[in-house]
């Protein structure tokens, strides 16, 4: 089937609440939609998002995809693998831009043959995924606020941002743990914020309130550091921006750095290289953690096609963040009960209202 067509939509989505965490603050997300139409009229959808630090690579980065990407009208969609390392050889700079393209590549191909796009990438092994909701830094009370309204919403899983200081961490955390309860499961997410002793020291604090795995507790860059928590500590110690490909996953491994990594489609570059992570990982005993941030249904519902296709990944999965933003032009994918469902339908199974 060739591709006939390919267009980039801009657009911004607005946060409910500003986005606070360790190591940066925000207050909208800018997206990026891709129409790609099939030479029968199908349309294969593709969406990203930048990190709000990276809001001046935005404009730039779709002007390099539009110009790559000219040449791939006319090509067969099922040649992705080709196309996609043709335009990576000639897009550099924009890792997070590329995986717009791969993923609509790849939903054409599932509608063209009528299958999801998990069963496209290798099985649908799960109808349905828990979700782990993230909450952001704010103050003692909007944390635990905001942590009773995801509970009384259905989520029993809640990852809530730290690094503000041990005190402030503390204080914060107990206050959460009390507005909701114990039977809601906790992970903590220090964005790299304390060296390897005050990480310790921190999470040993709030281990006896529940804590069960902790994120990225000290820079990325200090592998050393992290083993020390890694070692010292009994919550589960998951690796994020210490991972970004997977010689990054042999470090971690090698270092006894961690237990688990999280795995990202924005962050690592797209399905195919996420897949090639989550390989390296079962390989080396390293359980992976299907992360997120703020962005459209979009990115979100590949994401769970791409959890129910791969085996070696463990729940609940941070895939709902779209809920806390307004202006998303994707329609038909909603967290009910703390869970949501892989969508049916071919490819992603959700529609796009431009």
Same mark, same amino acid.
């Given at each position: 089937?060739?591709i006939?067509?390919i ?6 989505l ?5 986005w606070?965490t360790?190591?940066?603050?925000a207050?909208?997300v ?6 790609l139409?099939?030479?029968n ?10 990190m709000p630090k990276?809001?001046a690579?935005?404009?730039p980065g779709?002007?390099a995809l539009?110009s ?6 006319g090509?067969d969609?099922f ?6 390392t043709?335009?990576e050889r000639?897009v550099?700079?924009?890792?997070r ?7 609509a ?18 099985g649908?092994?799960?109808e349905?995924?828990p979700v ?5 830094m704010?103050?003692t009370e909007?944390?635990?606020g905001?942590?009773a ?5 259905g989520?029993?899983?809640?990852k809530?941002?730290?690094g503000?200081g ?5 204080e ?6 009390e507005a909701?309860g114990?039977s809601?499961n906790?992970?903590a997410d220090?964005?790299g914020?304390y060296d390897a002793p005050t990480?310790?020291?921190v999470i040993?604090?709030l281990?006896?309130?529940g ?7 000290v820079?990325?860059?200090d592998?050393a550091?992290?083993a ?5 500590v009994?919550p589960? *110690?998951l %690796?994020d !921006?210490?991972?970004?490909?997977p #010689?990054d ?5 090698? +270092?006894r750095? @961690?237990k688990?990594?999280?795995i ?11 897949q090639a992570?989550?390989k390296?990982c079962?390989?080396m005993?390293l359980?992976c953690?299907v992360?997120?941030?703020g962005t459209?249904?979009l *990115?979100? %519902?590949? !994401?769970?096609?791409?959890?129910? #296709?791969?085996?070696?990944i463990i729940?609940? +999965?941070?895939i @709902?963040e779209?809920e806390?933003l307004?202006?998303d032009l ?6 009910v009960?703390?869970?949501l469902?892989?969508p049916?339908g071919p490819?992603?199974?959700v529609?796009?209202?431009?």
């Amino acid at each position: 089937m060739k591709i006939a067509n390919i267009a980039f939509f801009p657009h911004r989505l607005k946060r409910k609440y500003r986005w606070q965490t360790a190591s940066y603050a925000a207050d909208g997300v800018q997206v990026f939609y891709v129409k790609l139409q099939g030479e029968n009229g199908l349309i294969g959808l593709g969406a990203t998002s930048v990190m709000p630090k990276e809001d001046a690579t935005f404009q730039p980065g779709i002007d390099a995809l539009k110009s790559a990407t000219q040449t791939i009208v006319g090509c067969d969609v099922f040649d992705f693998d080709s196309l996609m390392t043709d335009i990576e050889r000639k897009v550099r700079g924009y890792p997070r831009h590329l995986v717009a393209v791969e993923m609509a590549l790849l939903d054409l191909a599932a509608k063209i043959d009528k299958v999801s796009l998990s069963s496209f990438l290798g099985g649908r092994n799960h109808e349905s995924i828990p979700v782990l909701k993230m909450l952001g830094m704010g103050s003692t009370e909007f944390m635990a606020g905001r942590a009773a309204q995801f509970v009384q919403q259905g989520y029993r899983f809640l990852k809530i941002k730290l690094g503000a200081g041990p005190a402030i961490d503390l204080e914060r955390f107990k206050a959460v743990r009390e507005a909701v309860g114990s039977s809601v499961n906790f992970t903590a997410d220090f964005n790299g914020a304390y060296d390897a002793p005050t990480a310790i020291r921190v999470i040993e604090q709030l281990t006896p309130d529940g804590l069960t795995m902790v994120e990225q507790p000290v820079p990325a860059d200090d592998i050393a550091g992290m083993a020390l928590v890694t070692q010292a500590v009994q919550p589960l *110690v998951l %690796a994020d !921006q210490s991972v970004n490909n997977p #010689a990054d996953v042999a470090k971690i491994a090698d +270092s006894r750095a @961690a237990k688990a990594v999280s795995i990202k489609l924005l962050k690592l570059g797209g399905i195919r290289k996420s897949q090639a992570v989550v390989k390296a990982c079962v390989s080396m005993g390293l359980a992976c953690h299907v992360g997120g941030t703020g962005t459209t249904r979009l *990115v979100e %519902a590949a !994401q769970a096609h791409f959890i129910s #296709a791969t085996p070696g990944i463990i729940g609940p +999965s941070e895939i @709902a963040e779209f809920e806390e933003l307004d202006g998303d032009l994707v329609d038909g994918f909603e967290v009910v009960g703390g869970v949501l469902r892989v969508p049916d339908g071919p490819g992603l199974g959700v529609g796009l209202a431009i």
